[in-house]
Every structure is written in structure tokens, then in C-alpha cells.
């Protein structure tokens, strides 16, 4: 019997936000940190696994919570502590919970999301969705003044519906 397509654009949906999730605190990656054997993770979370697991007799490294793969440590990386930060970011995955967040039907402008403003702008340097108001101030700054804003709409239209 076949699935009816609502059905499977629900598992479509469930596979991708799993995807997007920690396997340590299951929970949508945060500053999403990729290691060797390439499993992700969380900052804080593969943080404090390290901190949790390096023995302080052997602080060359550690291995992956999924794989088990060893993952060095450079010998200048003194305290595990800090190992999390020297590890490369996953921006494909960044990019993937954006995407997902931009495609929420009531997104809110991240500057003023205490306020409730619906976002209708999307800065591409940036990464942040704006409302009308804070979409003129991103404007005024010299800093930000050059970067490509494009409305919210158009961004959700892409190819890359999920």
C-alpha cells in the first residue's frame, strides 16, 4: 500500500530535522562542530565531552562519541578545555537550520524577535532575517551598508525546499 504524499513529506521532514540534531543532547545543533570521521556536534556539547573523557596522563586526544575514530590533538593544544574551539565549524549544516528557520510560515526578524515583527527581509552576508524596521538600520550601518538584503519571499522560493 502506498503512502500518501502528506505522509511522506512528514517523514521527509522528520529525516531532515534529524539530520539538524545533536546525538548529544538531541537537541537542533548550536555552533555545530565537525570532527575528522566528520560526525557533528554541537560546541558545548563536544566540549564538555571532551573535557568529561581526556585523561590527564594522555592529553593527545580523543575519540568520536559516535565512531570511536581517534581525533589528535595538535601539541600546542595545551588544555582540552579549549580543544572544541580549534575544531572547523560545519557551515553546510548552518546553512541547512537557516534555511529551515526562514521557512517557518511566522518567521521573526532576529534583531527585534521580543517584539514579534514578522521578518520579510533576508540578509545573505549576515544570515539574519529582518523586518521592514530593522532591515533600515542593517542599512545604516557602514559596516553592513553594502551587504545583499532580499526579501524573505524570495529566499523561501528557492530549490531548496525541505
Not at 45 to 63: A, L, M, Q, R
Not at 105 to 131: G, H, M, N, S
Not at 139 to 158: E, G, L, P, V
Request: hydrophobic share 30%.
Amino acid at each position: 500500500m502506498a503512502m500518501s504524499v502528506e505522509v511522506k513529506g512528514e517523514k521527509l521532514k522528520e529525516d531532515f530535522d534529524d539530520l539538524l540534531t545533536c546525538t548529544i543532547c538531541l537537541e537542533i545543533f548550536k555552533e555545530p562542530k565537525y570532527l575528522p570521521c566528520l560526525h557533528t556536534f554541537c560546541k558545548s556539547c563536544i566540549n564538555t565531552y571532551i573535557v568529561s573523557t581526556v585523561k590527564d596522563n594522555n592529553p593527545s586526544g580523543f575519540k568520536c562519541p559516535v565512531c570511536r575514530r581517534s581525533v589528535p590533538i595538535d601539541e600546542n593544544d595545551e588544555k582540552p578545555d579549549i580543544w572544541a574551539n580549534n575544531l572547523p565549524g560545519n557551515h553546510l549544516i548552518i546553512s541547512l537550520i537557516d534555511k529551515r528557520e526562514l521557512q517557518k510560515p511566522d518567521k521573526l526578524c532576529d534583531t527585534c524577535e521580543q517584539d514579534k515583527q514578522k521578518a520579510i527581509f533576508f540578509c545573505t552576508v549576515c544570515e539574519e532575517a529582518y523586518c521592514e524596521t530593522c532591515r533600515k538600520a542593517h542599512r545604516i550601518f557602514k559596516m553592513s551598508r553594502s551587504h545583499k538584503i532580499i526579501s524573505n519571499h524570495r529566499y523561501q522560493c528557492r530549490n531548496f525546499n525541505f
